[in-house]
Structures are given as C-alpha cells and as structure tokens.
C-alpha cells in the first residue's frame, strides 16, 4: 500500500514540476529574446495577453476538468475582474501613491468581486447539470456583459451617482467626472500590467490550482465528478465543494481580468472582449490542451494566440493554416491511435519493458 502510495505521490510531483518547468523556461526564453533584441514590438505586446489566456485557461480547467461541468460563462467572470479592478485604480489613481500598491490591491478586489459573484451564481447554477448547466452559465456571462454596457457611474464632491439611461441622469456637479460611460466603458486605467507581474500571477495561479486538486478538497472535488451519488453515501457535501471550486475558478479568471484590464488604456465590454466568443476561445484552449491537464492548457493557450498573429503575412491561407493546426492538436489530444502511439514511445513503457527483459 506505501509503495503504491509512493509511486502516486511521485508521479503527481513530476506532473508539477513539469508544469512549473514549462512556465519558466517559457519565461526564460522570452526574457532571452527581449534582452538580445530578437524579440518585435508585437511579440512583445503579446506577452500580458498570453499570461491573461494560460491564467483563464487553467482556472476554466479547475471547473471543466476537475469539477467535471461545463461552463460556458467564464469571460463574465473576467469582466467583473477587469471593470471592478479598473473602476478601483482610476477612483484612487491621485490618492495612492505607489503603483505597486494599488495594482496588488486592484487584483484582491478583482479576485474578491468575481469570486462572491461565482459564489452567488453558483448556488442556483449547479444545481443543473449537462447542456442545461451551460446554457444557463453562459446567459449569466452575457448578461453581466449587458448590465456593465448599460451602466453609467459618475463621482463628484458629493460622492458617486449611478444611471442605466445616460450621463446626464447621473446629475452631478460641475466638477463630476464620469468614470463607467456605459457602452464606450472606462478610459484612463493605468498601464500597471507587465509580463513579470503577469508571469507571477500566473504562478500563483498554478500553485493555488494544483495544490487544490491534490490536496483533501480536490480529491473530494473529483469525487463528485466521477460518482456524484457514491460522494453523497460516504458523506462528501456535494454543494459545499462544487460551490467552492466554482468560486475559485471565478476568482482566478477575475485575476486574469485585472491582468487584462491593467494593460489597455480603454477598458470596453465588447462582445469580443467579454463575450460568447471568449468563453468558447477558453474553453478551446482546454480541450485542446487536454481536459484537467494544466500545463496542456497553457501551452495550448499560447501556442492559439501567438498563431494568428505569426501566420498574418500569410493574409489569404492564415485562417486555413490556424483551422489545421486545430484538426491536428484535436488529434494529437483525443485520437485513440494518437494516444496508443503516444504510450509505445514514452521512455517510461521502455524502461518497464527493458526491465521485465532483463529478469
């Protein structure tokens, strides 16, 4: 039983170290590239972006892959992260003083908002399973995109004044400042966001994630996944840990708002920001990457960004050539001749086969 338990324990500490080691030397090789100068100016504004996408990737994979329920509605967590965490910083850009400070607390507020939300969704939410699951996370996630579209926020020395019709409903003084402008969103966000703060908060989010699923929570987590009815007669509280890996999800993808909204100069929720098309591209990177494999999430998050913008001088064959590369990590991923011929050359099955030829 020890050895066994050993031989787990093992394998789950190669499985992190090679998911932090993918991260890192990803990180290496672009600080390599920016310090040699080999690196362009549009590789290098793709660097936060492509922290953003590994960070909703992996969080979207605590949901899909470990909880086991499809959830169509993660870019809505992210919009409350990115406008929460924005409507923060422009209100207190002249009353704190250091950016760092105000950047770490932008993300807690980011983290806090789309995590109670996820909490409050969830209650009602998982309650429904399958198809019906989806349909309703992913009315929540346009819904959240409307309401914020809709929304007016205006301060002035009287304090805030909120509208869903129009600036001039907020009725402020002369010296107000309109700071949510409805559809045209907020402008004068700080550019807090770099790709070393976007690396560590990617980080954390990978610390945060694996040691849940292999702590006691993640295993009760997968429980539920694989047996709901079977948790329930050994006493596992089905709500409680559906509800609280939901929540963390949330709250990760609203980290990953903040990352988003720090990097652009006007904050807009835009149906291709925060919409349908979102959640689905999120959702891509983790089948593709392998469902419940984090590290294949990342990777797959960066390799689907970074491919459009590399293939955009090939203008007439770029979305046929991105459309292939689809096909073929599908394959790779899912194939059940792929997956045989993955397993006959792994160094792992030739060690074994080595060994029982030697005895």
């Known amino acids: 039983m020890s050895v066994m338990k ?66 169509l509605g993660h870019a809505g967590f992210m919009c409350i992260g990115a406008f929460s965490s924005a409507f923060f910083s422009v209100c207190t850009a002249d009353k704190i003083g250091s950016d760092i400070v105000r950047f770490m607390l932008a993300i807690l507020i980011g983290a806090i908002s789309a995590g109670i939300l996820g909490l409050l969704i969830g209650i009602p939410v998982l309650r429904l399973r399958g ?40 009725n402020m003084e002369v010296d107000g400042k309109v700071i949510i402008n409805g559809a045209q969103g907020i402008s004068g966000t700080p550019n807090d966001s770099t790709f070393l703060i976007g690396f560590i908060l990617l980080i954390i989010t990978l610390i945060i994630v694996l040691n849940m699923i292999h702590s006691r929570t993640g295993r009760a987590v997968m429980a539920i996944r694989d047996n709901r009815i079977a948790a329930e007669s050994i006493g596992i509280n089905v709500t409680k840990y559906k509800l609280l890996a939901f929540a963390v999800s949330a709250a990760l993808a609203g980290v990953a708002g903040v990352l988003y909204a720090h990097n652009l100069s006007t904050l807009t929720a835009l149906p291709k920001n925060f919409g349908y098309n979102m959640s689905i591209m999120i959702l891509v990177f983790v089948v593709l990457g392998g469902i419940g494999n984090m590290w294949g999430s990342m990777v797959a998050a960066v390799i689907l960004t970074l491919l459009p913008e590399l293939l955009r001088g090939l203008n007439d064959y770029r979305m046929l050539i991105y459309a292939i590369v689809l096909i073929v990590m599908m394959l790779f991923n899912w194939s059940p001749k792929a997956k045989e011929l993955r397993s006959r050359i792994s160094p792992k099955r030739f060690l074994n086969k080595q060994t029982k030829e030697a005895q």
Request: net charge positive; proline share 1%.
């Open 131 to 170: 198809d019906y699951l989806a349909i309703v996370t992913l009315a929540f996630g346009e819904i959240i995109k409307n309401i914020i579209n809709a929304l007016y926020v205006g301060k002035d020395s009287n304090g805030f004044h909120f509208s869903f019709k129009d600036t001039t409903s907020l």
């Open 6 to 71: 050993t031989k787990k324990l093992n394998k789950t500490v190669k499985t992190n170290l090679i998911t932090y080691g993918i991260a890192f030397a990803a990180f290496a090789a672009a600080q390599l590239m920016i310090a040699t100068g080999s690196m362009s100016s549009l590789m290098k504004g793709l660097l936060v972006p492509l922290c953003t996408y590994a960070i909703l990737a992996v969080s979207l994979n605590l949901t899909v892959g470990i909880l086991g329920e499809l959830s």
